[in-house]
């Protein structure tokens, strides 16, 4: 039983049907068989580890991603209250934001989505975050990595400033930076002196999951 | 040749005189180094309280986007004059300036459609307008919207006949104004929602989806007619289907939603002789062999930073498209050294321009684009875009 329900809840998520995805998520919930919660919270990221590869061969579309996304979002409100914090099961720590100026959330918001079913505890800082929010996060979290999100031209050098303080600071070699979004390229991120530009949240994922393990 | 039998002749994929140049000049920052203007500081302005309402008040007339459109429009004509193009496209919209909380500025744009832009500055104190969030979350916001906006679509219809009829008057005998009737179906459809929104829809709500875009369908028809009647000889629907990696949606998604909508664009814009070249960003090569079977004569951007090879693209539609784009605005028209933007321009021609059916271009406008550049990239294009082309 407690297979077959786990079974469902990945396949249900697959095939994108949230009602289902959620009727197996609230049988996992109630217990039934022996499912756990963190089964079913291990069900989920095996299912998003699928959407995400299915994303990055050209299998499936951004529409896809994002709404395996959604789906996956829903379920976890379901099972994350039933969760203990175990902080020894995290990957690592990773502070999100959008830089200061730019409001667009859409990449962040899919990138955190995978992160956390990946397994890392992620800290959101928002949309329009100014420097040194980002740098305070930095110096009280010690994230393994930091991931900054811009889709404006007129924003993308906020980037090099939030470089500049962690520099300043002392702090730069702690913390693994990794940058995407529209406005931003491979060039500009040599330039910037990021670790990492990505074109898609699920190679960020890939990206700061090879970190984790390269710890 | 003059400009028009050289854009005319190169869309009906025959080879002109040389290869044409079309400015995709829209951005103030652009404008203002190409014409020596210095930027009006619209965000400093709104940042005043006691100036902001009096702005707003000003602004929220439709006498004043009238006026504002085409003098934006004019200058970026200008430009393209001042450069040595061919065509430029144009761009109309009617905003609002309304507060907005959620805004940094404390007010923002709100668009007709139900989007909101943001307000900035770039660096040299030129506005930096940009799309930022949706207004119509729910199916009752949009309707309560759209009904309410009804006399709002019918001044935008109107409006964008009479601004390309007086850009056609003043312009049209020295450069090729590219019409543009609004913004695209797709991105009318999902954009005053959010994407987010937007893709649980298509899941779990598809007969409001179908509603939505058949609202904008239409809509976009008659504003196409509208352009169409200030004698335009080509326009140019903005609707961007790609990201960085491929389309935004599957294909065949695509194909159910938008198929029959963009076969009735090309329907009207071919009844009455005239030439449609579809604007979108992005990595969309999965999609081109659907833009030839919707009837696109051109497709523009072809954004290299999204992988989009000019040779790739001719060799999968042959000379079922017409090309127009690519040359990269992430470097090569920011800092690129003359040398490297002749190659750049000498490989387009190589990859593309035999036989006709290529228009040399930017693959963006781009606030950081140097109007030098643009022009050394002019220069190449007439000493290396002779036909026929021997490179």
Redesign the interface.
């Known amino acids: 039983m407690s297979k077959e329900i786990l079974e469902q809840l990945k396949t249900s998520l697959l095939e994108?049907d949230?009602e289902a995805t959620l009727k197996a998520a609230n049988s996992a919930v109630k217990g039934e068989g022996t499912t756990t919660a963190q089964d079913a919270v291990n069900a989920v990221s095996d299912a998003l580890q699928v959407v995400g590869k299915r994303f990055q061969t050209?299998e499936?579309?951004?529409?896809?991603l994002?709404?395996a996304g959604?789906i996956a979002t829903e379920v976890m409100k379901l099972l994350s209250p039933l969760m203990k914090a175990d902080s020894s099961k995290s990957l690592g720590t990773v502070v999100v934001g959008t830089v200061?100026?730019?409001?667009?959330d859409?990449g962040k918001?899919i990138f955190i989505n995978y992160a956390r079913s990946a397994g890392f505890n992620v800290i959101d800082l928002g949309v329009?975050v100014p420097v040194p929010k980002f740098v305070n996060a930095v110096k009280e979290h010690k994230p393994l990595a930091l991931g900054i999100s811009c889709?404006?031209?007129?924003?993308d050098?906020e980037i090099g400033r939030v470089i500049e303080e962690l520099k300043r600071q002392k702090i730069r070699g702690s913390v693994k930076v990794i940058i995407g979004g529209?406005a931003l390229?491979e060039?500009?991120a040599r330039s910037a002196g990021v670790d990492a530009f990505v074109?898609?949240a699920v190679t960020g994922t890939d990206i700061v999951r090879k970190w984790s393990a390269s710890q | 040749m003059n400009f028009k039998e050289r854009i005319l002749t190169a869309m009906n994929h025959e080879e002109p005189d040389r290869v044409p140049v079309m400015g995709l000049i829209v951005d103030p920052a652009t404008v203002n180094k190409t014409l020596n203007k210095k930027p009006t500081d619209l965000v400093g302005m709104i940042k005043k309280p006691w100036l902001a309402p009096l702005i707003a008040r000003f602004m929220n007339t439709n006498r004043f986007w009238q006026s504002f459109y085409y003098s934006n429009t004019a200058g970026c004509l200008e430009s393209a004059l001042k450069l040595g193009f061919d065509a430029n496209w144009t761009i109309y919209a009617l905003m609002q300036l309304r507060k907005d909380t959620?805004?940094?500025l404390g007010w923002a744009w709100h668009d007709a459609y139900g989007r909101v832009w943001?307000l900035?500055?770039?660096?040299d104190g030129n506005t930096?307008v940009?799309y930022?969030?949706a207004l119509l979350e729910t199916e009752e916001q949009w309707e309560r919207w759209v009904e309410a906006k009804k006399p709002l679509f019918q001044t935008l219809t109107r409006n964008v006949e009479g601004f390309h009829k007086k850009l056609v008057k003043n312009y049209g005998d020295r450069i090729l104004p590219i019409g543009y009737a609004a913004p695209g179906i797709f991105e009318n459809s999902w954009q005053p929602m959010?994407?987010?929104n937007?893709?649980?829809f298509?899941?779990?709500k598809p007969d409001f989806v179908k509603k939505v875009i058949s609202f904008h369908t239409d809509h976009y028809l008659k504003n196409l007619e509208a352009v169409m009647k200030s004698g335009v000889e080509v326009v140019l629907g903005g609707d961007d289907f790609g990201?960085?990696?491929?389309?935004?949606?599957?294909p065949e998604?695509i194909e159910k939603l938008f198929g029959e909508s963009y076969r009735r664009v090309t329907d009207l814009v071919h009844k009455q002789k005239k030439k449609y070249i579809h604007h979108s960003c992005g990595n969309i090569y999965q999609l081109l062999d659907r833009f030839v079977a919707w009837g696109f004569d051109g497709i523009i951007t072809l954004e290299p930073?999204a992988g989009m090879d000019l040779g790739k693209v001719r060799q999968q539609v042959g000379h079922k498209l017409v090309l127009i784009g690519n040359m990269d605005v992430?470097?090569l028209l920011v800092r690129g050294s003359r040398e490297e933007i002749e190659e750049a321009v000498k490989k387009a021609l190589r990859d593309a321009a035999r036989g006709g059916g290529y228009i040399l271009s930017s693959s963006h406008s781009?606030?950081?684009v140097d109007p030098a550049r643009l022009g050394w990239m002019v220069e190449a294009a007439h000493k290396y875009g002779k036909y026929p082309i021997s490179l």
Do not use: C
Not at chain 1, 100 to 104: N, V
Not at chain 1, 151 to 155: E, F, G
Not at chain 2, 120 to 123: G, I, L, S, V
Not at chain 2, 243 to 250: C, D, F, N, S
């Open positions: 994108l949230m050209g499936w579309f951004l529409s896809e994002v709404y959604e200061a100026g730019d409001i667009h859409l918001n329009d889709l404006l031209t007129s924003t050098k529209a390229t060039g500009f074109p898609d | 959620k805004s940094a943001d900035d500055t770039d660096e930096a940009n930022s969030r959010g994407f987010v937007f893709t649980r298509v899941y779990q990201q960085k990696t491929g389309p935004m949606l599957r998604l930073t992430s470097y781009h606030p950081l």
